[in-house]
């Protein structure tokens, strides 16, 4: 993820990011039953607290549904002690596992993990400063967008609502909102108005209303174009 590297500017040796490196080492001296949420700083409180109750909604409709992986569900789970909600007792906070640059699901959890246990061991302020700012980006931005990205007809609208927050979040961190900005412009290759159009037909997300206005444009204008058309042409 562009976003972690711009942000979080963590040393690293090899394959290995010392922050995520020391957490595991220290995983044994840890007390998982005693963690904190993440609604400590002035920056996540201002920038969470107005779309709190939406998230942890979204969240938990998330854990009523299927996942290919039991890493979707643990991201899940983190994110609603991030924002201080009520679990069930069944929530297991696993130790941390492998760690592999190519899956951004792992630096994820790996930040959010820290963050909760952060009174548990020692942090620099750079190193907490920049768990705030990636964990509150990832709450607010992108965990909404991940697990709806599957659904291909529901691509556009996703996509440009993720564009929309994104220019919104430029107000709060510029190079966080670009970084990502940059990174997310070079897979939007597909949203032309022909695509747009189709896939918003099977969108459930869009309203018959919505639709059945789309229809009348669309007849409108191949009404228009035809008849702008020689005779020779028909």
């Given amino acids: 993820m562009l976003v972690f590297d711009t942000v979080m500017m963590v040393p690293s040796s090899g394959l290995n990011i010392k922050l995520f490196q020391r957490f595991h080492e220290f995983w044994t001296t840890i007390n998982p039953s005693t963690y904190e949420n993440g609604l400590d700083a002035e920056f996540i409180v201002s920038t969470l607290n107005p779309v709190k109750d939406d998230i942890i909604h979204f969240i938990r409709q998330q854990l009523t549904e299927f996942h290919p992986r039991d890493d979707y569900r643990e991201l899940l789970h983190l994110s609603l002690l ?48 920049s768990l705030c700012q990636f964990n509150t980006f990832v709450i607010k931005i992108y965990l909404k967008a991940w697990f709806t990205c599957a659904c291909a007809s529901s691509a556009p609208q996703n996509d440009l609502q993720l564009l ?61 174009i035809l008849s702008a058309l020689p005779s020779t042409q028909l």
Avoid at 104 to 114: P, Q, T, V
Avoid at 193 to 214: Q, T
Wanted: hydrophobic share 40%.
């Fill in 82 to 129: 991030f924002l201080g909600a009520d679990c069930s007792d069944d929530v297991h906070i696993q130790a941390p596992g492998a760690f592999h640059r190519a899956r951004w699901m792992s630096k994820i959890i790996y930040n959010l993990k820290i963050y909760i246990f952060r009174s548990q061991r020692r942090l620099t302020a750079c190193e907490l400063s």
């Fill in 164 to 224: 929309h927050e994104l220019e919104s979040y430029r107000k709060r961190k510029k190079y966080f909102a670009e970084a990502a900005m940059k990174s997310f412009s070079g897979h939007l290759w597909y949203l032309n108005e022909i695509l747009v159009g189709f896939f918003a037909f099977f969108d459930s997300a869009v309203s018959p209303e919505v639709k059945s206005a789309m229809v009348k444009v669309l007849d409108k204008n191949t009404t228009d």
